[in-house]
């Protein structure tokens, strides 16, 4: 079963989600959370490194957390998928093993 | 009641330097803990973490307490596998002998000393996370 992998800080911050794509396997999950969410922007310095691993991994991005930064679904990077706290913990109750890069 | 479950694989990820925040000294005391629960554990080292395993640590000037003696206990509490990421040590110009020397003692072999420290390219990472049946980020 694969990984649910969790990123709550900015790319502009610390290399968490640097280290976290490079760490994740293909068919896991990334679920941005916290100020994690700004990364999946369209036009945000990281956009190619989420791309390039949009292949091979699905991308979510935790709406309530977009919503706070006043971030819109439609201004992320295609094939990020938003979802809700049911949806956070539906993708944790379906992977194996949830890793946090805080 | 514990005796009937079975071993889980615990991996506790260091990702950050000592002293400058807690998490490393949390991660010890953690895995210490969870030491006394007789699960198969094993740390890893990334990024900023490879700097918790430097040799000569010397707290003394900034009045913080030194805890970097404790991971050579580790191997008396059965934690015998620190992963270390080779990218990681190579990206902050370190190398295995710019750690210290952390072994534990084989029972089975008269007690000779082996090392603990082993060093794993960030493929070999992927692979040791995604083995895990949990992950402890610190």
Not at chain 1, 18 to 24: G, I, N, R, Y
């Amino acid at each position: 079963m694969s990984t649910l992998h969790t990123v709550n800080k900015s790319p502009f911050d610390r290399p968490s989600l640097t280290s976290c794509l490079a760490h994740v396997a293909a068919g896991d999950a990334i679920l941005l959370i916290e100020d994690g969410v700004v990364a999946a922007r369209k036009g945000c310095a990281v956009e190619g490194a989420l791309r390039g691993r949009a292949g091979d991994c699905a991308i979510y991005v935790l709406a309530p957390d977009l919503a706070a930064r006043g971030m819109k679904a439609q201004d992320m990077i295609e094939g990020v998928t938003c979802v809700d706290y049911g949806g956070f913990v539906d993708l944790a109750a379906s992977s194996a093993r949830v890793v946090a890069w805080l | 009641m514990s005796g009937q479950r079975a071993k889980k694989k615990f991996l506790y990820v260091n990702r950050k330097a000592p002293y400058g925040s807690i998490y490393a000294l949390e991660s010890l005391e953690v895995v210490l803990i969870g030491a006394a629960f007789e699960q198969e554990v094993s740390l890893a080292f990334l990024d900023d973490g490879v700097y918790q395993l430097m040799a000569g640590q010397d707290t003394a000037g900034v009045g913080m307490k030194n805890f970097s003696k404790t991971y050579k206990a580790l191997g008396d509490y059965e934690v015998r596998k620190l992963y270390v990421e080779t990218e990681a040590l190579a990206e902050r110009g370190l190398s295995l002998a710019d750690l210290q020397e952390i072994t534990w003692e084989d029972e089975e072999e008269d007690y000779a000393e082996k090392p603990s420290i082993l060093l794993v390219d960030r493929a070999e990472m992927t692979r040791l996370i995604a083995a895990q049946d949990v992950v402890l980020s610190f």
